[in-house]
């Protein structure tokens, strides 16, 4: 059973769009959520991430948005770059084990 | 400041040959470790993680086997590699009881 669900898989966008990655999970003893970029023959590097306290987490162009009634949380990037073409995932983790289970990625190009 | 180290880059291999790579991290003490495959245009696959010397957690069962021999050096071994092994290896590190991963650069093993 997966654990976590991300989409889409693919995502095209012209500079300065906003392209919008969704995750949702089913656990609700998961009480982190970041976001991995990861650029081609690189490891992910981690983005951004948020606990369910806060619904909304801003760093710099890249928000998540988390509505942990409906368990699900979303990366946005604003005025999107070319540089930000890159594969990104999502993943959850809870105390009970700081291992993630990470959404099986949502490679992103944006066109100049 | 903590690094991972990862290495070789690249890696081709015959099959049926022999595999070690390994992973070392500076700056940190009694790290828990991490060795991941993703498949090309796939997600992240744990296969085995460590909380210590010589502890070694497997998660999928394969012809590989991991191996902690210092405190902060993993290494991944196969003795016969087969064809399916070829992917992307990322080792990665996490502080004990805290969230979120360092990823290493990664190896791209090709099995021919």
């Known amino acids: 059973q997966q654990q976590v669900k991300q989409s889409p898989q693919s995502l095209i966008v012209q500079k300065g769009g906003i392209p919008i990655i969704n995750c949702a999970y089913e656990?609700?003893?998961?009480?982190?959520f970041p976001w991995y970029q990861q650029f081609p023959g690189k490891g992910p590097a981690l983005l951004i991430a948020?606990?369910?306290?806060?619904s909304e987490k801003k760093e710099g162009r890249f928000t998540i948005s988390f509505n942990k009634s409906a368990k699900q949380f979303s990366l946005h990037i604003m005025d999107s770059q070319p540089g930000d073409s890159a594969t990104y995932f999502c993943?959850?983790?809870?105390?009970?084990?700081?291992?993630?289970?990470f959404g099986r990625g949502t490679s992103l190009i944006v066109h100049p | 400041s903590q690094t991972i180290h990862q290495w070789p880059a690249t890696l081709v291999q015959p099959v049926g040959s022999p595999l070690s790579l390994e992973c070392t991290v500076e700056?940190?003490?009694?790290?828990?470790l991490y060795w991941y495959r993703q498949a090309a245009g796939r997600g992240l696959q744990l296969l085995f993680y460590?909380?210590?010397?010589?502890?070694i957690s497997s998660e999928v069962p394969q012809n590989l086997s991991a191996s902690r021999p210092q405190d902060r050096q993993f290494i991944l071994s196969s003795k016969k590699l087969l064809l399916s092994d070829s992917g992307f290896y990322l080792c990665?590190?996490?502080?004990?009881?805290?969230?979120?991963?360092?990823f290493g650069s990664g190896t791209r093993l090709t099995v021919v």
């Open positions: 460590s909380v210590g010397i010589g502890q």
């Open positions: 656990n609700t003893a998961f009480d982190y």
């Open positions: 990665a590190w996490s502080v004990v009881g805290a969230y979120g991963y360092t």
């Open positions: 700056g940190t003490s009694n790290p828990n």
């Open positions: 948020i606990r369910p306290d806060v």
């Open positions: 993943a959850v983790s809870s105390g009970g084990s700081y291992i993630p289970t």
